[in-house]
């Protein structure tokens, strides 16, 4: 595990953005799609809003990009302010020239029979796209990644989950009270999250220090899903001086 602090949040967002134009530059020139795994949260806003700024003043284009969220609410709306898909349109896609077939986002209205099979065929996509070249990750401060919560195996499928309550309380201002927070989601495993070729976790503030500590220093277990980024050969968090200050 590779760790990087930096002055400012900001800085560590423009150098993850230069890292994703570089991949999706790189695969447009050998004529091939950049597969993207993207988060939500306040985490990668930074990076987006350093993309936006790319596709408009620098000419970067993400015509030859595919994307895969990691996690939805359950159930949700897209329309919904709340939804990820709106999250989504708001922060990145509605700026930028993807195309919308290329975008993919689990989806929060599913019947509850339908929901096992779109998860394998979630993963479906992901590997006939050929695999994720980069995982965007934000960490929640249970340890989740996507909404992996503590319990999640490090062989974990694309499935529906639970939220931990630590998860949903720090959600609630979002949604205007503790009641109003869904208690299931669907997202990534971390089996899968686990085969992308390149992982880039971000943590910003001092709310995260403990978190990222635990993370990085701590033991493996599912007690802290993100402890199996520990196992992953191409992994770089990217925190600012706040989130730093557990590391030792
Ligand atoms: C979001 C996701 C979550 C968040 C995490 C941190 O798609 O998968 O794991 O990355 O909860 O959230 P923020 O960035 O809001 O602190």
Redesign the pocket.
């Known amino acids: 595990l590779q760790t990087l602090t930096f002055d400012s949040a900001q800085e560590g967002s423009i150098e993850i953005a230069r890292e994703i134009a570089d991949l999706i530059r790189d695969k447009a020139e050998k004529g091939e799609k950049a597969v993207l795994g993207?988060?939500?949260?306040?985490?990668?806003l930074k990076v987006y809003d350093e993309l936006i700024r790319m596709h408009k003043e620098d000419g970067l284009s993400f015509k030859n990009v595919v994307t895969f969220?990691?996690?939805e609410y359950y159930p949700m709306q897209p329309e919904s302010v709340h939804s990820?898909v709106r999250f989504m349109k708001e922060n990145l896609f509605d700026h930028i020239d993807i195309d919308m077939k290329n975008v993919h986002i689990p989806d929060g209205t599913l019947d509850i029979k339908d929901i096992y099979a779109f998860c394998a065929e979630y993963e479906q996509k992901i590997k006939a796209a050929g695999g994720l070249d980069i995982q965007i990750?934000?960490?929640?401060?249970t340890g989740?990644?996507?909404?992996?919560e503590p319990g999640s195996t490090e062989t974990s499928r694309t499935r529906l989950v639970t939220l931990d309550a630590l998860?949903r309380k720090?959600a609630a201002a979002g949604f205007g009270g503790l009641d109003n927070v869904p208690r299931r989601a669907i997202?990534m495993g971390v089996g899968i999250i686990m085969k992308a070729r390149r992982i880039v976790m971000?943590?910003?503030g001092s709310?995260?220090a403990q978190i990222v500590g635990r993370m990085t220093e701590g033991e493996i277990s599912d007690k802290v899903p993100a402890t199996f980024l520990q196992k992953h050969e191409n992994v770089t968090v990217f925190l600012d001086e706040p989130a730093s200050q557990e590391l030792t």
């Open positions: 993207l988060a939500t949260g306040s985490s990668p969220n990691l996690d990820y990750l934000g960490i929640g401060r989740h990644i996507g909404f992996n998860t720090d997202t971000m943590a910003w709310g995260k």
